[in-house]
């Protein structure tokens, strides 16, 4: 073995190879099976209570920066995690009720049509 303890876990160039894995507990999806989209927007909703089980200090981040409604992928970026990570820690705090999620709305395909209509007519009127 050479190195120090634990060194083994360790990647000069990217750095700790085992934190993510650490952070979700080996999950690569949210347990609610909840689908967060990057422009989805989370809004801290409650606090926990203290020594909640399953609610780690990434968690209590989010949380602090989402008392201002902010994108998933902009909370990836300020944590600087990978998305996929930040998308199993808003699945935890879904499933304890600490935020609220608001989705983009879907379009529908009248609103579509409509619209083509509206930039067709406008053409022709040119």
């Not at 689908?35 to 989370?42: C, R």
């Not at 935890?92 to 609220?100: F, M, N, Q, S």
């Amino acid at each position: 073995m050479s190195g120090p303890p634990g060194s083994e876990w360790l990647d000069d160039e990217a750095g700790p190879i085992v934190r993510s894995y650490a952070l979700t507990r080996g999950r690569a999806r949210p347990a609610t099976g909840e689908a967060f989209d990057m422009i989805t927007i989370v809004s801290t909703a409650a606090r926990p209570r203290s020594g909640s089980p399953g609610i780690g200090p990434e968690h209590l981040d989010i949380l602090e920066m989402c008392v201002q409604p902010q994108p998933v992928a902009e909370i990836a970026a300020r944590m600087r995690l990978p998305l996929v990570v930040v998308r199993v820690l808003l699945g935890d705090l879904l499933h304890h009720r600490l935020i609220t999620a608001t989705r983009p709305q879907q379009e529908s395909p009248l609103s579509k049509e409509r619209l083509l209509r509206e930039v067709l007519h406008g053409l022709q009127a040119l």
